[in-house]
């Protein structure tokens, strides 16, 4: 029997496309050279469908990211078949607005309203992701600005840097700071330590919107 995307199970759909693209670009140079940007780029339309199917019921998000998906394919077309420079700054910046987008409206559903229930929370990790991939690709505009603004990395096609910048942008989200990756420019420092700070109040915001939901759900009841 098919499963239909309802209310009660978007976000279990979106997380798990979240999880493959991550899982996705991590292989990325396992991938021949001919098939990388093709394999990653692939991901990246397969994940945009799902966040837009998933989040169908949000119609004034809807037409906006939509919009935004026509013309990230054609950036990607142009790419490919065209020297246009700078295109890839404007993919970067699509992906990005388009995951602020999603970002958007998932906090809307999920944060401090109605009941919590288990697409809720899954819905919170799926915040979590989208936070880390927006830094991550923050990060790539600025080495693909400034070249020398990261240790640790070398400039390249974003799409061979995309994983090494999700693992540097999770690592910073949570805290971590494992060391093998590191700002040296101010402007990137800054980006950094912005990261970390919103990491922290990330994880306040979600408890203190779980647990206000739980008390009125208890109340309610």
């Not at 199970?9 to 140079?29: E, G, Q």
């Not at 229930?117 to 990790?125: A, L, P, Q, T």
Request: proline share 1%; with cysteine; glycine share 6%.
């Amino acid at each position: 029997m098919q499963r239909k995307i309802t209310k009660q199970n978007n976000f279990y759909y979106m997380t798990a496309a979240l999880v493959v693209l991550l899982l996705s670009a991590s292989l990325v140079k396992s991938v021949a050279d001919g098939m990388l940007e093709t394999f990653l780029e692939g991901t990246i339309a397969a994940t945009f469908l799902v966040c837009v199917v998933s989040l169908g019921i949000d119609k004034s998000w809807k037409r906006f990211m939509q919009a935004l998906i026509v013309i990230w394919l054609i950036a990607a077309v142009l790419k490919r078949y065209t020297d246009i420079a700078h295109i890839d700054l404007l993919m970067l910046g699509l992906m990005f607005a388009f995951f602020w987008g999603t970002f958007s409206s998932i906090a809307r559903q999920i944060l401090f309203s109605g009941s919590v229930n288990g697409n809720k929370i899954v819905g919170s990790i799926a915040l979590f992701l989208l936070l880390g991939l927006m830094w991550a690709l923050v990060y790539l505009l600025i080495l693909a600005l400034s070249p020398n603004a990261f240790s640790g990395i070398e400039q390249s096609a974003w799409g061979q840097n995309f994983s090494q910048m999700a693992y540097f942008s999770f690592v910073t989200l949570t805290t971590l700071g494992y060391g093998d990756i590191s700002p040296n420019t101010p402007f990137a420092q800054v980006a950094v330590y912005m990261e970390a700070i919103a990491g922290v109040f990330y994880m306040a915001i979600v408890v203190a919107s779980l647990v206000s939901a739980g008390l009125a759900q208890k109340e309610t009841q």
